[in-house]
């Protein structure tokens, strides 16, 4: 039958009306730009990730940008981040003349290793970018500490983490100094194209980042600071707003899918046999509540090339996220790093391979998913 990565139609459909509604209005009310509907988003969505303000942007990539900017990172600036991401994360840094200092990953968790960041402080280091890959908080207190230590701003790219959290409860984005989540259709909260938020604790910045996304003016053709077009269109708030009421349940769906695929993996013997490892859900608590929002559900497998052929032609939606870490990017050769440089996160991009886990999945459409994988490993 095949089973697709991501299945938005299914997604939306139980929607249709209320998206369309909330549409109309906006269409109606004709307050395209900063409508309310912006402002009642942004105080929704810093409460759901417990930060006192939220500054609607663009996309997660310029919510990066924003935050980036509003600390006052610049040319001459070092700011340590992980090899293992999407682009935006390092690409963020670079835009803004800095430099991005890489430091390898966790190989159970896919996240920034805290323990490697030490080594890589210098006098130049202004901030530091964990990344929560995957829907899985970085481990944020041995991070935090050394930011408190060493004065150093911490920028949450919680692009794939809306509602996960750490330890003690705590969600992403709202732990480091500012927290940066994205609307793009495939990530847990999706809105109908492109959009974001920053959040933070800290008012002055939350001031300085909502300047900064309307060029710097405040008034209104005033600049005391240069910014940029990042404003968050009001028809995506609208529509996200109609969509953050349902975020929850998908949240359970994607965390019971996983379970799911926990044990129909130990039965079809592929764990035990060495040729799938599965996710690790590291914070749990004591119920045994899962922290792990399950954006992507990313398997450890061998041999991954043939089996990516092979699920391809059995019409199972699979992806690799990512390929190539950032130091082997072509763009990126003038940092000076070399293959070899970061073992675990070249490891990661070899071995991984993400399979569906959207909250719609059906538990056939996730048998038919596990033995598509076994047939293969037969
Ligand atoms: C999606 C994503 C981004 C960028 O978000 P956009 O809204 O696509 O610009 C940044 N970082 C990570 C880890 C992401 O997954």
């Known amino acids: 039958m095949g089973v697709p990565l991501l299945d938005l139609k299914a997604h939306h459909a139980p929607l249709h009306q209320a998206i369309m509604a909330a549409l109309e209005q906006t269409f109606q009310s004709q307050a395209f730009i900063l409508g309310p509907e912006v402002g009642r988003l942004e105080e929704r969505v810093a409460a ?3 930060a006192k303000y939220g500054i609607g942007v663009s996309s997660g990539t310029d919510a990066l940008l924003v935050a980036l900017m509003a600390l006052g990172i610049g040319p001459g600036d070092e700011v340590i981040t992980t090899p293992y991401s999407f682009f935006a994360t390092a690409g963020a840094v670079v835009r803004l003349g800095a430099m991005p200092v ?8 896919y996240n920034l290793d805290p323990a490697k960041i030490g080594a890589v402080l210098t006098a130049k280091t202004k901030a530091i970018i964990p990344v929560h890959l995957y829907g899985q908080c970085a481990d944020m207190a041995p991070i935090m500490d050394l930011a408190k230590r060493h004065h150093l701003s911490v920028v949450e790219d919680a692009a794939q983490a809306i509602g996960s959290e750490y330890r003690d409860g705590q969600r992403a984005s709202s732990i480091g100094t500012i927290g940066c989540l994205s609307f793009f259709p ?3 909260l999706g809105c109908l194209g492109d959009g974001g938020m920053a959040v933070t604790n800290d008012p002055d910045l939350a001031e300085r980042m909502k300047v900064l996304r309307t060029h710097g003016s405040k008034p209104k053709y005033y600049h005391k600071l240069i910014g940029g077009n990042f404003r968050l269109d009001t028809i995506q708030a609208a529509v996200l707003n109609v969509k953050l009421n349902y975020l929850d349940g998908w949240t359970k769906q994607r965390q019971e899918n996983a379970i799911r695929y926990e044990a129909l993996f130990k039965q ?3 764990v035990e046999a060495g040729k799938v490892r599965l996710p690790v859900p590291v914070y749990q608590n004591s119920s045994a509540k899962h922290y792990h929002i399950y954006n992507q559900f990313v398997l450890r497998v061998e041999r991954r090339e043939a089996l990516m052929t092979h699920l391809k032609q059995q019409g199972i939606g699979a992806e690799i996220y990512y390929p190539v870490p950032f130091h082997l990017q072509e763009c990126f050769r003038y940092l000076g790093y070399r293959e070899g440089g970061f073992p675990e996160s070249e490891r990661a991009a070899k071995e991984t391979v993400a399979i569906p886990i ?3 999945l059906t538990a056939d459409q996730q048998t038919e998913v596990v033995e598509a994988i076994a047939a293969f490993y037969q």
């Open 102 to 109: 890489l430091v390898d990953i966790d190989p159970t968790t």
């Open 268 to 270: 079809s013997g592929l």
């Open 48 to 50: 759901y990730c417990q």
């Open 186 to 188: 495939s990530k847990n």
């Open 358 to 360: 959207y909250p719609e």
